[in-house]
């Protein structure tokens, strides 16, 4: 089954041609990095990819859904279920414990607050931090802030999970945590895609999209 | 393929989704339901001091009862005043009804503390004739010494009503004060009696003094009446043919109370000028609270992005400020009407009223700032759903 199917999608920006004629499958348990140079249009993609912006034309499909379909509550139904978000900015409330944070996330899912804490402290056990549930995001490492991201991302249990620059902000000891993390989900399941600029990151995936000018220029397996 | 419908927001999260972005700043939270609170504050103290004013006034009426009524002969067809017989009070007593009467007639002259003052000054002070059933009729008491009775209405003997002697400067009786030409001894002072001003402002002697002394003709120029509740629309019919058969229709019949109900009426009735300054209040406080969250929105776009990845619906979006804007506004608004309850408690101690907020006061006025909230968070509402997801994946 294809997770992500993009079919001749172009995305511009005025007279800034972002994405052109991009065509890219991801298969359903798929662990892939997507790399190239700044500018060059993976941010654009991921968020075409996660429904959180329109292609200016070209299909898009997540999880069999056709998105240029779908209302904007259904594309919001859609994001709640089947898909979480990683970034590099953490964006964790700074007044909220990791739990209270990993358990917004799961607002829109439509379970009572009781459910949602339970789910969420599930998640963060998942991501090792059970230990750190009532920890404010400044009493946490940033290793620890980003998996508290990855907690609340995984929360509601989504099928596909991209990760944009997710070690961006991190040092070498713990983007690899991150990354152990991210390559167990994928071993449970998920499917993950993660733009990088880290070689080692994009190394460890089992599959590696080139990203240049708006086109995807190499895939190596 | 299942559809996919968003899931809705359970009215406890709405409310807490709202207040998050109150408690994560809750200095501006406050300095921006300011403005609403004192427009609330200040509406709901000019109801509160009304109201207390006109329960005080209505709680005085309930006292003195609506029983009570006054005659006045009038003017006559040549434009002077008619005369009432001496007998009217006694006749007054006869009709149905009708359980105590009692009459009074202006002499002309003035009272003065002593001999050496010009009788031009009269310090507002009437000298009249009273029969002895007055004090009754009025249901007046004494405050200090004696009313008159059957021996002193014959005697250069005066009772003051309360405000003639404050006037006197005299709080007891005992002293002499000087009548038409000649020394009265005062032998009592009685208690105000708000249903009849005119008796406070008299010094009452008895009939047969005044003829004695000051030639009165012994004609009442007015007559009141006291009946039970249920008659006083039948004796007030009759009355003015009972004490002027030649000329009912100049009889002048006047019910005390009536000016008592009118002044309550007043009373409750506030100041177009206070409400107005609430009302600017209030409507600077909306535009207040319309800034702050115009400025959220901004503030939070990379929240908002974030919500609709997490699969926030743009109505939902747009819910969640609107229940800020609402949950701010109605802070301001429960500040300003406990605020406004205890400035009118704190009025009518220093007033010496009963406190009285009408239900209708803090109710409208929440009604009231629910609506300000609504219509100052509609259009920051609107702006928030607007924001593109996209921002959550910006970096900058
Ligand atoms: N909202 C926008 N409005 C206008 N231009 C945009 C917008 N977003 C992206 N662009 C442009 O589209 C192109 C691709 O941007 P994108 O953010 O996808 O690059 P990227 O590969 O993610 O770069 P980086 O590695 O620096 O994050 C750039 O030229 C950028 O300036
Ligand atoms: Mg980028």
Not at chain 1, 180 to 206: K, M, Q, W, Y
Not at chain 2, 60 to 66: H, I, S
Not at chain 2, 260 to 289: D, E, P, Q
Not at chain 2, 307 to 318: E, H, L, Y
Request: glycine share 10%.
């Amino acid at each position: 089954m294809n997770m992500l199917e993009l079919r001749g999608v172009s995305k511009s920006y005025g007279k800034v041609l972002a994405l052109r004629n991009v065509d890219l499958t991801v298969r359903a348990g798929e662990l892939v990095s997507i790399v190239g140079p700044s500018g060059s249009g993976k941010s654009t993609l991921l968020q075409i990819a996660g429904t959180l912006d329109r292609p200016s034309s070209g299909t898009v499909r997540v999880a069999g859904y056709e998105i240029s379909e779908l209302s904007d509550g259904e594309l919001s139904a859609l994001r709640a279920r089947y898909i979480g978000f990683v970034f590099q900015r953490f964006h964790l409330a700074s007044g909220l414990s990791a739990l209270d944070n990993v358990a917004d996330g799961l607002l829109y899912s439509g379970l009572s607050r009781r459910q949602r804490r339970d789910r969420a402290a599930a998640a963060l056990d998942q991501v090792g931090l059970g230990n750190r549930l009532d920890h404010r995001p400044h009493q946490l490492s940033g290793g620890q802030m980003q998996r508290v991201a990855v907690a609340r991302a995984i929360a509601s249990k989504p099928p596909l999970l991209l990760a944009d620059e997710p070690t961006g902000n991190l040092d070498s000891a713990a983007s690899a945590e991150v990354m152990s993390l991210f390559h167990r989900l994928n071993s449970t399941g998920v499917t993950v895609a993660i733009i990088t600029h880290d070689p080692e990151v994009a190394a460890a995936c089992p599959r590696r999209i080139r990203v240049r000018d708006g086109q995807v220029r190499a895939e190596s397996a | 393929m299942t559809t996919l419908r968003p899931a809705r927001l359970r009215p406890m999260d709405l409310a807490r989704l709202g207040a998050s972005g109150l408690t994560a700043r809750p200095m501006r939270a406050i300095l921006a339901a300011i403005g609403i609170a004192i427009g609330i504050a200040t509406m709901v103290t000019v109801v509160g001091a009304a109201a207390s004013s006109q329960e005080q006034i209505l709680r005085q009426l309930d006292m003195l009862g609506t029983n009570l009524l006054r005659v006045e002969p009038g003017d006559s067809l040549f434009g002077k005043k008619a005369r009432l017989p001496k007998s009217a009070a006694a006749m007054v007593k006869r009709i149905e009804g009708v359980v105590q009467a009692g009459q009074t007639g202006d002499t002309g002259t003035t009272v003065r503390r002593n001999d050496l003052i010009s009788s031009s000054i009269s310090l507002g002070i009437a000298v009249q004739a009273t029969d002895l059933d007055l004090l009754d009729t009025l249901e007046g008491e004494v405050r200090t010494g004696v009313w008159l009775n059957a021996a002193t209405e014959r005697q250069p003997a005066v009772v003051l009503g309360a405000v003639a002697a404050e006037r006197l400067g005299l709080t007891s009786p005992g002293v002499q004060v000087w009548i038409g030409d000649r020394w009265f001894t005062v032998i009592g002072i009685l208690d105000r009696m708000p249903l009849a001003g005119e008796i406070e402002r008299s010094a009452l002697i008895g009939f047969p003094a005044a003829e004695g002394y000051l030639n009165h003709d012994g004609h009442p120029t007015t007559v009141y009446e006291r009946s039970s509740d249920e008659h006083v629309e039948s004796v007030h019919a009759l009355l003015a043919r009972t004490v002027n058969p030649a000329n009912p229709s100049e009889a002048r019949v006047t019910r005390p109370s009536d000016t008592l109900k009118a002044k309550a009426a007043v009373a409750g009735a506030f100041t177009g000028l206070m409400l107005g300054l609430g009302a600017i209040a209030l409507f600077v406080g909306g535009v207040g609270v319309a800034n702050t969250m115009v400025v959220a929105v901004l503030e939070r776009r990379g929240e908002i992005g974030l919500r609709r990845s997490f699969g926030a619906t743009r109505g939902q979006v747009r819910t969640q400020f609107l229940v800020e804007a609402l949950l701010l506004s109605t802070l301001g608004g429960g500040a300003g009407v406990l605020l406004g309850a205890l400035a009118t408690f704190v009025y009518a101690r220093a007033n010496s009223l009963p406190a009285v907020l009408p239900p209708w006061a803090p109710a409208g006025a929440l009604a009231t700032t629910v609506l300000i909230g609504t219509l100052a968070g509609i259009y920051p509402a609107l702006r928030a759903a607007r924001v593109p997801p996209t921002v959550a994946l910006s970096t900058q």
